[in-house]
């Protein structure tokens, strides 16, 4: 059974960093595109950043910002994001599939989410 879980959500203050993780468990992340996602309250989900052989692609909205990475021996991803801001404010989601995309659909496997408010 494939679990990814987040953590390292919470609140902050605007300007502070923030990284969360990703432990996934029942798949491979080095042999799966793995990416992370966002949900603002009455949203669609928003693509953030995703990795493929340790190749970070970034949404304009993060871009410069934010560093994805993964850890192939603890089978983990990371995402960091620097400067926050408010409108960071949202729920992050990592997911797994076997298509490089951003658009969500192309995911098959999702963590529950973490919560992450910025406040101003």
């Known amino acids: 059974q494939v679990q990814l879980v987040e953590s390292g959500g919470g609140l902050v203050q605007a300007g502070a960093s923030l990284t969360l993780s990703c432990a996934a468990s029942g798949l491979t992340i080095s042999r799966i595109i793995t990416a992370w996602f966002l949900r603002c309250p009455g949203k669609e989900r928003e693509f953030v950043a995703t990795?493929?052989?340790?190749?970070?692609n970034y949404a304009d909205s993060v871009k410069g910002r934010a560093s994805v990475s993964r850890n192939n021996a603890e089978n983990a991803m990371y995402l960091q994001i620097n400067s926050l801001k408010p409108e960071d404010t949202a729920i992050y989601y990592c997911?797994?599939?076997?298509?490089?995309?951003?658009?969500?659909?192309?995911?098959?496997?999702w963590g529950q989410g973490t919560q992450v408010t910025v406040s101003s």
């Open positions: 990795i493929s052989r340790n190749t970070g």
């Open positions: 997911a797994a599939g076997s298509l490089g995309s951003q658009a969500s659909p192309a995911y098959q496997y």
